[in-house]
C-alpha cells in the first residue's frame, strides 16, 4: 500500500479479518465458555432473546445481496407447489389407469388438468426474461423456490437463460429449493413474515396462480396493503377465472359490505402467460421505451 491509499484505508480491521486472524485458546474454547466473540457465537444468537437481532439479520441479507446484484424490480409468481408438469402429470394418469382405482384416476385426471397452469407459469418466466433481455434494467422473476408453480417460474426464466430469484422457507418438511433458481439468488428464510415483505419490496407485479392456504395468504396480504394504501398500486393478476371466482365469492364480500365495489378492481384475471405479459407491456409502456 503507497502512501496515498493510506487516505481511505481502513482505520480498523474488519469483523472477518479478526475471525480469520483468532488464535485458539485451549481454555477458553471449550463447551460452556463465554469467551467466543458474540457474532461467531451461534448457541448465542439462537437463544430466544435474539429474535429480534435475526429478524432483522432476515431482512438485511437478502436486501444487501439483491442490491449488489443489481435486482431493483421483480414480477412475483405465486401459486401452488403440489402442481406438477404436463409429463409428470400424463406419466401419474398413466399409472393410475394401469391399476383401476377409480378414486386415483379421479386425482390423477385432475392433477393433468391443473398442469396447464405449471406450463403458463414457465411460459410466463421465459416471456418476462425474453421481454425485458435488451433492457438496461431487467425485471426479474421471483417465487417462493420451492416445486410446482413456482419451480414453473424459474424454470421459465432459466430456459430463457436469464437470471430468476427463490425466496425459500424451512418447513417442518423440509422444502428444497428447486434447481432452476439462480444460486446467488437463492435465500432460505425461517420468518413467513419477512419472507413476504421480500416479495412486495421490489415487485412492480404479482401474478397469483391457484394455490391453498399459502397462496390465499400471500395474495390476500399483498390485497390488504394496497386497498389499505399500505403499498403502492401494481398489477395483481389471478390467473384462471374459472379457479378463482369458484374459490372466492367477491360479489358477496360486495354485497354484505365487507370490501367496497371498487375493490375488485384492485385485481383482474387473465388466462394465459401472453395476456398477462400484455398487461405488464401496458402498465409499464415496455413496448415504447428501451428502458423501464
Same mark, same amino acid.
Given at each position: 500500500m503507497?502512501?496515498?491509499?493510506?487516505? /481511505?484505508?481502513?482505520?480498523?480491521?474488519?469483523? +472477518?479479518?479478526?475471525?480469520e486472524?483468532?488464535?485458539?485458546?485451549?481454555?477458553?474454547?471449550g463447551?460452556?465458555s463465554?469467551?467466543?466473540?458474540?457474532? +461467531?457465537?451461534?448457541?448465542f444468537?439462537?437463544?430466544?432473546?435474539?429474535?429480534?437481532?435475526?429478524?432483522?439479520?432476515?431482512?438485511?441479507?437478502?436486501?444487501?445481496?439483491?442490491?449488489?446484484?443489481?435486482?431493483?424490480? /421483480?414480477?412475483?409468481?405465486?401459486?401452488s407447489?403440489?402442481?406438477?408438469?404436463?409429463?409428470?402429470? $400424463?406419466q401419474?394418469?398413466?399409472? !393410475?389407469?394401469d391399476?383401476?382405482?377409480?378414486?386415483?384416476i379421479?386425482?390423477?385426471?385432475?392433477?393433468?388438468?391443473?398442469?396447464?397452469?405449471?406450463?403458463?407459469?414457465?411460459?410466463?418466466?421465459?416471456?418476462?426474461?425474453?421481454?425485458?433481455?435488451?433492457?438496461?434494467?431487467?425485471?426479474?422473476?421471483?417465487?417462493?423456490?420451492?416445486?410446482?408453480?413456482?419451480?414453473a417460474?424459474?424454470?421459465?426464466?432459466? $430456459?430463457?437463460?436469464?437470471?430468476?430469484?427463490?425466496?425459500?422457507?424451512?418447513?417442518?418438511?423440509?422444502?428444497?429449493?428447486n434447481?432452476?433458481?439462480?444460486?446467488?439468488?437463492?435465500?432460505?428464510?425461517?420468518?413467513?413474515?419477512?419472507?413476504?415483505?421480500h416479495?412486495?419490496?421490489?415487485?412492480?407485479?404479482?401474478?397469483?396462480?391457484?394455490?391453498?392456504?399459502?397462496?390465499?395468504?400471500?395474495?390476500?396480504?399483498?390485497?390488504?396493503?394496497?386497498?389499505?394504501?399500505?403499498?403502492?398500486?401494481?398489477p395483481?393478476?389471478?390467473?384462471?377465472?374459472?379457479?378463482?371466482?369458484?374459490l372466492?365469492?367477491?360479489?358477496?364480500?360486495?354485497d354484505?359490505?365487507?370490501?367496497?365495489?371498487a375493490?375488485?378492481?384492485?385485481?383482474?384475471?387473465?388466462?394465459? !402467460?401472453e395476456? !398477462?405479459?400484455?398487461?405488464l407491456?401496458?402498465e409499464y409502456?415496455?413496448?415504447?421505451?428501451? /428502458?423501464?
Amino acid at each position: 500500500m503507497n502512501r496515498r491509499d493510506e487516505l /481511505t484505508a481502513r482505520n480498523f480491521p474488519s469483523a +472477518k479479518d479478526e475471525c480469520e486472524a483468532l488464535s485458539p485458546h485451549p481454555n477458553y474454547d471449550g463447551p460452556g465458555s463465554a469467551y467466543e466473540l458474540a457474532f +461467531k457465537d451461534e448457541e448465542f444468537l439462537l437463544r430466544e432473546e435474539l429474535r429480534p437481532v435475526r429478524m432483522q439479520l432476515e431482512l438485511l441479507k437478502p436486501e444487501l445481496v439483491l442490491t449488489e446484484q443489481g435486482v431493483r424490480s /421483480t414480477v412475483v409468481i405465486f401459486g401452488s407447489a403440489r402442481v406438477l408438469p404436463r409429463d409428470v402429470a $400424463e406419466q401419474r394418469l398413466a399409472v !393410475a389407469e394401469d391399476g383401476g382405482d377409480p378414486t386415483a384416476i379421479r386425482r390423477a385426471r385432475m392433477q393433468l388438468d391443473m398442469s396447464r397452469y405449471y406450463e403458463e407459469a414457465r411460459r410466463l418466466g421465459q416471456l418476462i426474461t425474453d421481454g425485458c433481455r435488451s433492457r438496461g434494467e431487467p425485471i426479474y422473476v421471483a417465487t417462493g423456490g420451492g416445486p410446482g408453480i413456482m419451480e414453473a417460474g424459474n424454470r421459465g426464466a432459466f $430456459e430463457a437463460g436469464g437470471k430468476s430469484i427463490g425466496l425459500n422457507i424451512v418447513l417442518p418438511h423440509e422444502q428444497q429449493p428447486n434447481p432452476f433458481i439462480t444460486p446467488e439468488l437463492c435465500f432460505r428464510f425461517h420468518y413467513f413474515a419477512l419472507r413476504k415483505m421480500h416479495f412486495l419490496m421490489r415487485s412492480v407485479a404479482l401474478v397469483c396462480f391457484p394455490g391453498g392456504f399459502g397462496t390465499l395468504d400471500e395474495l390476500f396480504e399483498t390485497l390488504t396493503l394496497v386497498q389499505t394504501r399500505k403499498s403502492r398500486p401494481r398489477p395483481i393478476l389471478l390467473f384462471g377465472r374459472e379457479f378463482w371466482s369458484r374459490l372466492i365469492n367477491f360479489d358477496l364480500l360486495i354485497d354484505t359490505g365487507m370490501i367496497n365495489p371498487a375493490d375488485v378492481s384492485l385485481f383482474r384475471y387473465v388466462e394465459t !402467460a401472453e395476456e !398477462a405479459w400484455s398487461v405488464l407491456e401496458a402498465e409499464y409502456e415496455l413496448n415504447n421505451s428501451p /428502458t423501464l
